[in-house]
C-alpha cells in the first residue's frame, strides 16, 4: 500500500517568499506529525495533529511557521517571509496506535527546503 | 523535559565485529523508546521499539532504566547494516524526541 508522501521532494525559494509543503498520510491514520531535520541536527519536532486540531503545536520555531490539517488527511505545513535559517528537510509520519505495540509513525521522504 | 543523546557521530566496525551504537536518555517518567533507522537514499522507518521487545535484522535493544540507555546491539555487523540510526522517545506527549542520530559504516 502507499505510504506517507509528501511534495515537493525539493523546494528552493529565495528569502522573503512564502512557502507550503504537503503531506498525505496513510489512509486511516488519525495522528499527522511535523519534524523537522536540519545540517548536522537531529529531527526537531514541530506540530502534531490529532483528526483535524493540533493538541501539540510546541515546535514550531516562530510565528511565520504555520500549519492545518483538513478532513482529517492531508496536512500543509506553511512558512511565510523564509529566512535562510528555515533551510532544512520538513519530514511528516502518520500514526495509527495498536493495543499491544502503542503506536507506530511512518514517516514521508521529506521535503529538502533551501532559502537562498 | 525530555531528551535523547546519541554520543557517538560516527561509527566504523569491520564486518562480522559486534557493533553497539549508545543511546541515553532523560526523562522523568516512564519513557517508550525507539531505534529508527535511515539507508541510503530511503525514508526513516522504524527499526525497533523496547515495547515489543522483539530483535530485527539480528538488532537488539534493552532498556536500562537504571542507567537510562536504550543501546543498541548487534553481534555480527553486515555490510547492508551501514545506515543513519536515531534513537528515539516518546514521553506523556505524543511526539518523538529525537537523537542527533550516529552514522554507522561496516567496514568490508
Known amino acids: 500500500g502507499a505510504g506517507v508522501s509528501q511534495s515537493p521532494s525539493n523546494k528552493v525559494t529565495e528569502k522573503g517568499k512564502d512557502v507550503e509543503l504537503r503531506c498525505d498520510p496513510i489512509?486511516?491514520?488519525?495522528?499527522l506529525y511535523w519534524y523537522r531535520q536540519s545540517l548536522g541536527q537531529g529531527l526537531e519536532f514541530l506540530i502534531y495533529?490529532?483528526?483535524?486540531?493540533?493538541?501539540?503545536k510546541s515546535g514550531l520555531p516562530s510565528d511565520r511557521f504555520s500549519a492545518e490539517r483538513t478532513g482529517g488527511s492531508v496536512s500543509t505545513l506553511t512558512i511565510q517571509r523564509t529566512q535562510q535559517e528555515d533551510s532544512a528537510v520538513y519530514l511528516c509520519?502518520?500514526?495509527?496506535?495498536?493495543?499491544?505495540?502503542?503506536?507506530?509513525?511512518?514517516f514521508g521522504p521529506g521535503t529538502r527546503l533551501l532559502v537562498l | 523535559a525530555q531528551r535523547v543523546t546519541q554520543p557517538e557521530k560516527l561509527l566504523s566496525v569491520f564486518k562480522g565485529a559486534p557493533v553497539e551504537l549508545k543511546c541515553n536518555y532523560s526523562?522523568?517518567?516512564?519513557?517508550?523508546l525507539f531505534w529508527y533507522v535511515q539507508y541510503s537514499r530511503q525514508r526513516l522507518q522504524l527499526l525497533l521499539r523496547?515495547?515489543s521487545r522483539e530483535s530485527i535484522k539480528g538488532f537488539t535493544a534493552d532498556l536500562n532504566k537504571g542507567e537510562t540507555s536504550f543501546h543498541l546491539k548487534k553481534p555480527f555487523a553486515q555490510e547492508e547494516d551501514s545506515a543513519m540510526y536515531y534513537c528515539?522517545?516518546?514521553?506523556?506527549?505524543?511526539?518523538?524526541?529525537f537523537g542527533t542520530g550516529t552514522r554507522l559504516t561496516i567496514i568490508p
Open positions: 509520519a502518520s500514526s495509527f496506535r495498536t493495543l499491544h505495540l502503542g503506536e507506530t509513525q511512518y
Open positions: 489512509s486511516g491514520h488519525t495522528a
Open positions: 495533529f490529532q483528526g483535524n486540531s493540533a493538541p501539540d
Open positions: 526523562y522523568s517518567g516512564s519513557p517508550e
Open positions: 523496547h515495547i
Open positions: 528515539a522517545l516518546k514521553g506523556g506527549n505524543e511526539k518523538l524526541t
